[in-house]
């Protein structure tokens, strides 16, 4: 696993973990209580937790999730952590998935889990060029060096493809996730989430962003999913996980200075004036139309049809392309239309 969600090759990996997870007794049941009348929730994080659990650590701080009478754990992921698995197999509550293809992918492995909400409604994974060699628009791609990641080079095709760009006009050269490459001239773009604001700074101020969204690769992040069983077993006690995480959240849109004093206090290793930055970009990705409409947590299921159509048309789905109610619940969304925050 890594910061950005299972690759391909991982996720067929973790279908036999889960696989012979499945085959033992569950570790931790739905009924684990922390102290009389509170249950416990443990979200299994993709990667160490950072900004992007900023809602969640607000209403962790402000006792918002006590008010529901829940006791919430964040369970730190890592290289050697198979987070989905232990969701999956029930030893977790919960867990938080950086990317949506991650979540289609494990889906079409039969792995049992559901997508119950999402908390990025649009991805933050952007490309990012100087003005020595700019890239506004997708066929400024032509001809350019682009750094990136092996588990991310498939949102580059999948660009490329849908803006009817050869991948051998591009010079893809496979990077990791430091962004000295373009400063140091050996690349002419690279990638990263607009959400590391203390990383992109190196690129210095007149650094040029291409989001994947806005040209037309419409993917969610931080995406909340839980085994499947245990969504239709206890809805209340996710219900209750969306309703204080939805109060976090509208807190950090409200006052993104206070919330990153929250998200520091809980994470005192992280710097506080670079997560004030962070947070007023991780609450411009949280929020948008939809959630003015539908409430903070909401996702589109035609979107979603639209990702899984996506990554069908890539070859990505060996096993074959899933069913869209294999891959979400809307359940929990439904349950809680009028307590999550309405804001745009």
């Known amino acids: ?3 950005n969600g299972l690759s391909r090759r ?11 997870a499945l085959a033992m007794p569950t570790i931790l049941s739905g009924r684990v209580f922390a102290a009389k009348g509170t249950k416990t929730l443990n979200m299994q994080l993709g990667w160490l937790a950072n900004g992007n659990q900023l809602g969640e650590i607000v209403a962790k701080q402000m006792g918002y999730f006590e008010e529901e009478g829940v006791d919430f754990r964040l369970q730190p992921g890592g290289p050697n952590i198979d987070g989905l698995a232990m969701v999956a197999s029930g030893q977790y509550e919960m867990g938080v998935m950086p990317s949506s293809p991650s979540i289609m992918l494990a889906a079409s492995q039969h792995i049992p889990i559901r997508c119950f909400g999402v908390g990025f409604q649009e991805h933050p994974f952007a490309f990012y060029s100087l003005p020595k060699a700019p890239v506004h628009e997708p066929k400024d791609l032509i001809g350019k060096r682009v750094g990136i990641p092996q588990t991310t080079k498939i949102l580059l095709t999948a660009l490329l493809k849908k803006h ?74 996710y219900a209750k996980f969306m309703k204080a995480s939805s109060r976090g959240w509208a807190l950090a849109r ?90 745009g």
């Not at 991982?10 to 012979?20: D, E, F, N």
């Open 254 to 343: 409200e006052d993104s200075a206070k919330a990153a004093g929250l998200l520091v206090k809980e994470l005192p290793n992280l710097d506080l004036a670079g997560e004030t930055d962070a947070a007023a970009v991780a609450v411009a990705v949280t929020f948008n139309a939809d959630t003015k409409e539908y409430g903070w947590g909401h996702f589109r299921r035609n979107l979603w049809q639209d990702q899984i159509a996506l990554y069908d048309g890539l070859g990505q789905f060996s096993a074959g392309a899933p069913k869209l109610d294999d891959v979400i619940d809307g359940s929990i969304l439904a349950a809680t239309k009028d307590d999550r925050a309405k804001i």
């Open 164 to 237: 009817g760009i050869p991948e051998d006009k591009v010079k893809i050269q496979i990077t990791g996730s430091e962004l000295t490459p373009l400063v140091t001239g050996q690349v002419d773009v690279i990638t990263a989430w607009q959400t590391n604001t203390t990383n992109l700074k190196i690129l210095g101020p007149d650094a040029i962003r291409m989001r994947l969204w806005d040209v037309g690769i419409k993917l969610y992040a931080n995406n909340y999913y839980a085994q499947a069983d245990r969504l239709k077993e206890d809805p209340e006690l």
């Open 10 to 20: 991982g996720v067929l990996k973790l279908g036999a973990t889960v696989a012979g």
């Open 1 to 3: 696993m890594n910061r």
